[in-house]
C-alpha cells in the first residue's frame, strides 16, 4: 500500500479527540437506541459520518469571515460570493441558501407538481426526500456499470442515457418538470460522471425541453476525476472543466458543506428568469432575502473562498489519494469495498461482508454499530435502512440493491495515522464477522428514516 500525497498544508490549530472506554460506548449506543447519529462528538473517536461542514476551513476563509459584510440586502460579502459563482458556474442567477436540501426544497416547491417524475442519475437523501414530499416520483437511472465490482470503470456514475431517453418516452416529457444528475453520485458509492456523459445527458433533456439540474455538491471532485481519467482534459484545469461542466446545465443545487469547504451554506441557481422570479419568493418566504439567504454575510465570505480553494489542484490530489489510501488499506484488511474509490469517501459493501444478514435486518446497520462498538468510529449507513421505502401502490417494502457503509472523509480534518487506526479496526471486525447479528427498527418516521429511526439487536 503506498501513501498518499502529502497534506498541503500543516496543522495550527488542533481540536483534541478522546477514545472513550468500551463499556462507555455499549452504553452509549443503547441509550442511542443503537442509531449512530443519536451519539454525542465526544463519544466518538474518528467521526467519519459525513464530509458535509466538517471539513476544516483555511487561513484565508477564517480571514474572510472577518470582512463579513452583515447588510440585510445587497451585503458586499453576497457580491463576493456572486463574482466567484459568476466566473465558475456561469449561470445568470443564483440564491444562497442554509445548505443543500434547502435549495432543494425551495426548487421542487416552484417547479413540481404532485406526481409528476424527476429523473437523475441517483439522488440522494435530501433531494429523494424533498421530491417525495412535494408528491413527486424520483427516479434513478444510473448506468449498470454502477453495480459492477471493477476497480477499472471510470465513470460508475455515468447516467444510463439509453433508460434515460426510454424513460421519456415512456412517462411523456410533460409529466418531468425537471432532470438532474448528482456530481459526484453519493448515493452510488461517490463516484464520478464523465464529461461526455454529461454532455450526452444534456442533450437528451434539451431535446425535450426538461430543465437540467446538476446537484453539484462535489463537482470539484468530479472535475479533478474527469482531469485525470477522461481523455483529452489532462491539460486542462479543474476550474475549465467545472465551467465546462456547467456550461451544460440550466441549473444547479449545491451544498457548499462539500467542496465549498465550509460548514454552512449552499445555493439555488438557475437561467430561466422566470423561474427565478418563483425562486425569489420562495427564497424569501422560507431562508431569508436574496442576498443572504438564511446565511451570515461572512458564511457568503467564507463560500467565495472555499470554492476556489476547493478546486485548488495539489487540494484535490491529496483529496481523492486520501480515499483511495484508506480503501487499499480497508480491503487489504478483508473488507469488501467499492472500487475504484469515490472522491469523499469510501463505501464499504455490507451486503458481501454479512451475507448471512437479510436486507429487512438491515447489514449496513450491524457494521455501522460495530465500528463504534470496536473503535469508536462513527460511519454511516446507506442501504436498506436509509432507501428502504414503501412502494407507494403496493405498501411492499422496496430495498436499494446495495446495502453500504459509509466512511466519509471530512475535508483537510484526519492524517494518514488517523485512516491507519480506522483499517486496523475494520480488519479486527473483518475476522468476526459471522458473529454480527442483524437489528430490526422499533420506531421511524415518515420520510428519511435513518436520521432518527430506533433499533434493537435480534
Ligand atoms: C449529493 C448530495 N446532495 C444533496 C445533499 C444535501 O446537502 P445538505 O446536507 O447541505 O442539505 C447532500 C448532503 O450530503 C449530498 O451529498
Redesign the pocket.
Known sequence: MTNHPPEPFRIKMVEPIHLIAREAREKALVRAGYNIFGLKSDEVFIDLL????TGAMSQEQWSAIMLGDESYAGARSYQRLADTMQEIFGFQYFVPTH??????NILCSVILQEGQYVPSNM?????EGNIRARGGRPVNLVCQEAFLDDPEIPFKGNMDLDKLEEFIQEVGAENIPLGMI?I????GGGQPVSLENLRETSKIYRKHGIPFFI?A??FAENAYFIKTREPGYEDKTPLEIAQEIFSLADGA??????DAIVN???FLACNDPDLFQKIKNECILREGFITYGGLAGRDLDAIAVGLREGLQEDYLAYRLGQTRYLLAGIKDAGIPVIEPAGGHAVYINAGLLLPHIPQPEYPGQSLTVEMYREGAIRGVELGSVAFGYPDPDTGEMIYPKLDLVRLALPRRTYTQSHLDYVIEVLGRIAGKAEDLRGYKITYQPPLMRHFSCQFEPL
Do not use: L, P, V, Y
Not at 445548505?99 to 432543494?104: I, N, P, T, V
Not at 459526484?184 to 448515493?187: E, K, P, Q, V
Not at 443545487?253 to 462539500?258: E, L, N, P, R, Y
Open positions: 459525513t464530509d458535509s461542514g445548505q443543500g436540501r434547502a435549495a432543494e439522488h440522494f437523501d435530501t433531494t448528482t459526484t453520485n453519493n448515493a446537484d455538491c462535489r443545487t449545491m451544498s457548499a458543506k462539500k454552512i451554506g449552499g
